[in-house]
Structures are given as C-alpha cells and as structure tokens.
C-alpha cells in the first residue's frame, strides 16, 4: 500500500552528537516531502521540505537527504540540543502543485537528547 | 501575524454525542486540512476545504463532516462519537505551499 514509515521508533544521543532520522517511503508518484517536529501536547512543527527533483536541502543546521532510487528519506540535525528532543514525523504529498493536497505521515520517530 | 488557532483546546464528550471544532486559518491561507492524530501515531488526513468547498477526503465516515466560511475558517463535525473518535484533531492551513499546523484539539469520548 501507499505509506511513509520510519526505519526507528526512538533514538537516543548525547547532547553535541550529530543525528539522523531516516524514513521510507513506497510511492513513486510523490513529489514533494516534509520533515516535521512535534513536541508534547503541541501541533507539528514545520522543520524543512524537499521536492522531487532535488536530492539534498540544508536548512540551519538540518539537512535532509533523498535518495529517489531507494525511496528513502533522512533528517540530519547537527550538535543536536535538548530543545530538539521531541517527535519527528516525514510526510509525503503526492502532488504538491496543487496547494495544501493530503500529507501522508509516516509514525514518526522519538528522538531523545541527553546532556 | 497570527498563526493556524483552534478551538476548544481540550473537550470531553459522551458516546453518541455531537462536537464541533473550529480552526482559524493563518493570514493569506485559503486552503484548510484536518486531521486526526491517535496517541503514539501520526496524524491521519480527514478532509481538505478550499473555496468553501471540500476538495479531497481521507478515509473517514461520513459521520466526520466540515465547512469552510468565506473568512476561510473552518469548522469539524463529528457525529454520533465512538471511544475510537477520541485523539487529537489538527488543523493546518496552506497558501501555495507548505501546511503549517494549529495547536490541536484534545478529545476525549467517554
């Protein structure tokens, strides 16, 4: 079926370290894919996108990587914080010309950080 | 400059209730997406209001219904609660591109 899914439902590093959070997805036809963060009892939080025609997009100190052959998808955040510790969904929107079309998020991913 | 707002932010209902919630797009959004997120999941698209019109729907019963306003706020319907209604409902408003999400609305079905 059509899904976005991550590889890991946690991830635990040291505050400084360098993370990544990786996610799958099955369907070709999508052009367009979001990384967001959520924290407890918040809405999610917009981190970084990427369409189709491009493999790698930096942000401050994210990075996301895209590998079409593979489908697979990953958030590199560097000398990651406390404050990053939360949540982090990818989702997938299968035509993004059209404004605002159904994201498809995957479970998403816990990532703790520790000091 | 306001972003996505809704409301209630917390609501507990019985089973067989009706509830409505409302979400307030950010300024210059037209488009407006709901969404369902059970605890430990993601959140799963309900249905998408453009033009006072519901453009895409998800996977949901007709018991889950919506309306966008001329100001381009929106409201969620939901009929007849079941226990498994219960979750957090997320609005998000787009423009051209990407959805920016609201706080969310925490219900609960008794």
């Known amino acids: 079926g059509e899904s976005v899914g991550l590889h890991l439902p946690t991830l635990s590093v040291q505050e400084g370290d360098n993370s990544i959070i990786n996610c799958a997805y099955s369907?070709?036809?999508?052009?367009?894919f979001i990384w967001y963060k959520q924290e407890s009892g918040k809405g999610p939080q917009f981190i970084i996108d990427?369409?189709?025609?491009?493999d790698k997009r930096q942000g401050q100190r994210v990075t996301v990587l895209l590998n079409k052959t593979v489908k697979h998808l990953s958030l590199q955040i560097a000398a990651t914080q406390p404050g990053d510790s939360a949540v982090y969904f990818c989702a997938e929107n299968k035509n993004r010309r059209q404004a605002g079309t159904a994201l498809i998020f995957g479970k998403g991913t816990t990532l703790s950080v520790s000091s | 400059d306001a972003g996505v707002t809704q409301s209630p932010t917390h609501l507990i209902k019985t089973r067989g209730q009706q509830v409505t919630l409302r979400c307030s797009p950010k300024s210059g959004h037209d488009t407006v997406s709901w969404y369902q997120q059970a605890l430990g999941q993601g959140p799963q698209f309900i249905f998408q209001y453009y033009e006072e019109e519901e453009r895409q729907r998800g996977n949901f019963p007709d018991r889950f219904s919506g309306h966008q306003f001329p100001n381009y706020s929106s409201e969620l319907n939901v009929n007849a609660l079941l226990l498994g209604d219960s979750a957090l409902y997320l609005c998000a408003s787009s423009g051209s591109d990407e959805q920016f999400f609201g706080p969310g609305t925490r219900l609960t079905v008794l």
């Open positions: 990427i369409r189709s025609n491009m």
């Open positions: 369907n070709s036809a999508s052009d367009y």
